[in-house]
């Protein structure tokens, strides 16, 4: 079982960027998919970026282009770079890894305002 736990999230101008890190303890050798995913209030919870085990990585499209997210493997972290953020980006971010079911993280607020 893993524990993973989030930061780097607050409060950032709309324009600016933050860069969220996600510390995975524990070993879990079934872990096939690291993520990151957003929820903001009344809706459900969304897929922003992901990295699997063979290093494909996928983005949403809404952040193509703007996010880039890593894994450290040796470190054992995955990172979110956020640029170019904007109002719509507000919401509490989730790391999360799949071995077949979700390991979530407890959240972290990242808020884009003037």
């Known amino acids: 079982q893993v524990q993973l736990v989030e930061s780097g999230g607050g409060l950032v101008q709309p324009g600016g960027s933050l860069r969220l890190s996600c510390a995975v303890s524990g070993t879990n050798d079934k872990i096939y998919l690291w993520g990151w995913y957003r929820q903001t209030p009344g809706k459900d919870r969304e897929y922003v970026a992901y990295?699997?085990?063979?290093?494909?990585?996928s983005y949403a499209d809404f952040v193509k282009g703007r996010f880039t997210i890593s894994r450290d493997k040796a470190k054992n972290t995955v990172d979110l770079q956020m640029n170019s953020l904007e109002p719509e980006d507000t919401a509490v971010y989730y790391c999360?890894?799949?071995?077949?079911?979700?390991?979530w993280g407890q959240g972290i607020q990242v808020t884009v305002s003037s």
């Open positions: 999360a890894t799949v071995d077949g079911r979700f390991t």
């Open positions: 990295v699997r085990k063979d290093d494909e990585i």
